[in-house]
């Protein structure tokens, strides 16, 4: 059975900061639905009980960044893969925020950036839900895909801000900000 609290417990997080991978659901009132995986284990901060943030680096799409601008809504969805079995999602409101804005850099001081950081999602928290996730496989985590990573170092820095700043629509042609900058992020 479905349990909700307007905020993010202790045993909450502690079961957000055990799983390697998250799922975002972001929606505008027109369009395509946006499901994103996101992995590298040390891109999601939770800021507070009531607030939470992720990095974002640069894709194929921004999706998400179009949907928060013109609705705000978004869902995160954990869900463990181990034995012990259990879904929380975090419904929330968010937006996302640019190396060039002003809030940049007190909101990346809580991370480790990462090669190609494009932005990060700040998610004010409406509620959280818990479920038993009974139908969700058992699997285990082999290893984070380097390739994204890889690609983002070997990335010449005024080329990559080309590129992505040539992205500035959705594919449902919602506007999105591009980053005026590359983000190095660390080595490894």
């Given at each position: 059975?479905?349990?909700?609290?307007?905020?993010?417990?202790?045993?909450h997080i502690a079961f957000i900061e055990k799983q390697p991978v998250f799922f975002t659901a972001t929606a505008a009132s027109e369009g395509r639905?946006?499901?994103?995986?996101?992995?590298?284990?040390?891109?999601?901060?939770?800021?507070?009980?009531?607030?939470?943030?992720?990095?974002d680096l640069g894709g194929s799409g921004n999706e998400t960044h179009a949907h928060l601008v013109a609705d705000g809504r978004i869902t995160i969805m954990f869900c463990a893969f181990d034995r012990t079995a259990l879904i929380l999602r975090i419904y929330g409101r968010g937006r996302p925020v640019l190396p060039q804005d002003a809030a940049w850099d007190a909101l990346?001081?809580?991370?480790?950036?990462?090669?190609?950081?494009?932005?990060?999602?700040?998610i004010d928290v409406d509620s959280v839900q818990t479920s038993c996730g009974w139908g969700?496989?058992?699997?285990?985590l082999q290893a984070e895909r380097e390739t994204l990573r890889k690609y983002h170092r070997q990335a010449d820095p005024v080329l990559w801000v080309e590129k992505f700043s040539e992205h500035t629509k959705s594919i449902d042609g919602l506007p999105?900000?591009?980053t005026d900058r590359f983000i190095a992020g660390e080595s490894g």
């Amino acid at each position: 059975m479905a349990e909700f609290t307007d905020t993010l417990t202790d045993k909450h997080i502690a079961f957000i900061e055990k799983q390697p991978v998250f799922f975002t659901a972001t929606a505008a009132s027109e369009g395509r639905i946006n499901l994103s995986p996101k992995g590298y284990a040390d891109s999601f901060r939770i800021l507070s009980e009531s607030q939470v943030a992720y990095l974002d680096l640069g894709g194929s799409g921004n999706e998400t960044h179009a949907h928060l601008v013109a609705d705000g809504r978004i869902t995160i969805m954990f869900c463990a893969f181990d034995r012990t079995a259990l879904i929380l999602r975090i419904y929330g409101r968010g937006r996302p925020v640019l190396p060039q804005d002003a809030a940049w850099d007190a909101l990346a001081a809580h991370f480790t950036l990462l090669p190609g950081t494009r932005q990060i999602f700040v998610i004010d928290v409406d509620s959280v839900q818990t479920s038993c996730g009974w139908g969700v496989p058992m699997m285990e985590l082999q290893a984070e895909r380097e390739t994204l990573r890889k690609y983002h170092r070997q990335a010449d820095p005024v080329l990559w801000v080309e590129k992505f700043s040539e992205h500035t629509k959705s594919i449902d042609g919602l506007p999105t900000r591009p980053t005026d900058r590359f983000i190095a992020g660390e080595s490894g």
